[in-house]
């Protein structure tokens, strides 16, 4: 992505002095001049990929109805074929993977006084604005979240309450898969076989906050189906690595989908001729599967190089990286979001060493010691190649001051 630095190299310039970027002797000079269409590698997110050409097509010819009278016909085809790719009866097509996991919610917690079992790590939990709080009435109860994403059994067999007249009732066990914040790990399968068992001998139903969840079902060569078994409901996120720009499923028996639809109107979910977005959802779901293959050999390649070169600062452990998410775990001389800063910008140095491969790189820092890089679409194994070359030059400046 060439982006024109000069409109926002000042901006970049003023930050540089804000965080007294000099120290360590890591002089950054900021000629705008010097920035002019410089090369950007933006790994913040892969919700940064835009529509491609063959879903722009889709979203123009795409045939449309008013949803909320449920007569767009593109739309019952997305959630007819969604549905059927995760083995559940129905589908809702919503604006937002947050407005899904919220409507699994309010539908499986319907009734008052109720909690849900969500790791500490998870997206409802942490990102959500504790809305099952907020908006559902739900407490959500945690249990530790371990580095693959799963969390203890046990953990959460103790946390199950259904009987003290003192306590709440656990009305939903929520999961995450691909796990974000544990770096996109994918849930291994004998853990969510032995979560099914429990959670229907305790007859509580399973929500899969599947946000990529066919990151999983492309990295273990399975049918996602084979991954959603057990579970009542499963959320889907169309904009994230599949590529479309707005939208996300929402999925499970039809009782349950009848009830979700009803509520998301009162959320403000009701969307008219949709079937312009949904249409690009269907291009997602035809395209996912070599598109996701592509994203998570860029996001080895990355890891790979980055753990050759082998540094004191800056690790990634190659065998961490499931999907198309990497974490970086950053030590010693050099906090996660001075890497970050650092990462935007291009010294004298850097630009004469390596020439056409002096790069941007964006990424983000989730605190002092971790920094998230994520494929996309957009992303090619060439710019994989030129950000390991931009970390190791990093590294070397870090191992000389
Ligand atoms: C992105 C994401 C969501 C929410 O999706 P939005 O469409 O951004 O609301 C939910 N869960 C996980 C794991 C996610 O990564």
Redesign the pocket.
């Known amino acids: 992505m060439i982006t024109r630095i000069a409109r926002y190299a000042p901006k970049l310039l003023v930050r540089c002095r804000q965080q007294n970027l000099h120290h360590r002797g890591l002089y950054i000079q900021m000629a705008a001049s010097k920035f002019q269409d410089m090369y950007v590698i933006d790994l913040r997110s892969d919700?940064l990929t835009v529509p491609t050409k063959a879903m722009r097509e889709a979203m123009y010819n795409a045939e449309v109805g008013d949803d909320v009278y449920e007569e767009d016909p593109t739309v019952k085809a997305l959630e007819r074929r969604a549905a059927a790719l995760f083995g559940k009866e129905a589908g809702l097509f919503v604006?937002?993977?947050?407005?899904?996991?919220l409507l699994a919610i309010m539908v499986h917690c319907s009734r008052r006084g109720t909690e849900l079992i969500a790791g500490d790590k998870?997206?409802?939990y942490k990102?959500?604005q504790g809305s099952a709080a907020h908006i559902a009435g739900v407490q959500v109860t945690t249990v530790k979240n371990k580095p693959d994403g799963t969390f203890d059994l046990d953990e959460m067999q103790m946390k199950i309450r259904n009987e003290d007249i003192h306590e709440p009732v656990t009305a939903l066990i929520c999961i995450?898969n691909?796990?974000?914040l544990c770096g996109g790990k994918v849930l291994p399968m004998e853990w969510l076989d032995e979560l099914w068992k429990q959670a229907a001998l305790r007859d509580i139903p399973v929500h899969v906050?599947g946000?990529?969840l066919l990151n999983a079902a492309t990295k273990m060569r399975v049918h996602p189906a084979v991954l959603t078994s057990g579970c009542r409901s499963v959320?889907l996120?169309l904009?994230?690595g599949l590529g479309a720009p707005v939208g996300?499923l929402l999925l499970g028996d039809t009782t349950f989908v009848t009830r979700a639809r009803y509520l998301r109107k009162a959320l403000g979910g009701g969307m008219r001729q949709v079937g312009v977005l949904a249409a690009a959802g269907l291009v997602a779901l035809d395209t996912a599967s070599d598109r996701l293959t592509q994203d998570h050999a860029n996001a080895a390649l990355i890891a790979n190089g980055v753990s050759e070169f082998g540094s004191k600062y800056i690790h990634i452990d190659p065998a961490s990286v499931h999907t198309n998410i990497i974490m970086v775990n950053v030590e010693r001389k050099i906090k996660a979001p001075e890497l970050c800063s650092r990462l935007e910008q291009v010294t004298d140095e850097e630009a004469e060493y390596l020439g056409k491969e002096a790069v941007i790189v964006k990424a983000l820092s989730l605190d002092t010691e971790h920094i998230r890089l994520v494929t996309y679409n957009s992303i090619t194994d060439t710019d994989a190649k030129m950000v390991v070359k931009k970390l190791q030059f990093i590294n070397q400046e870090l191992q000389r001051s």
């Open positions: 919700t604006p937002s993977g947050t407005m899904a996991n998870s997206h409802i990102y959500e995450e691909t796990h974000n906050d946000a990529r959320s996120c904009s994230k996300s």
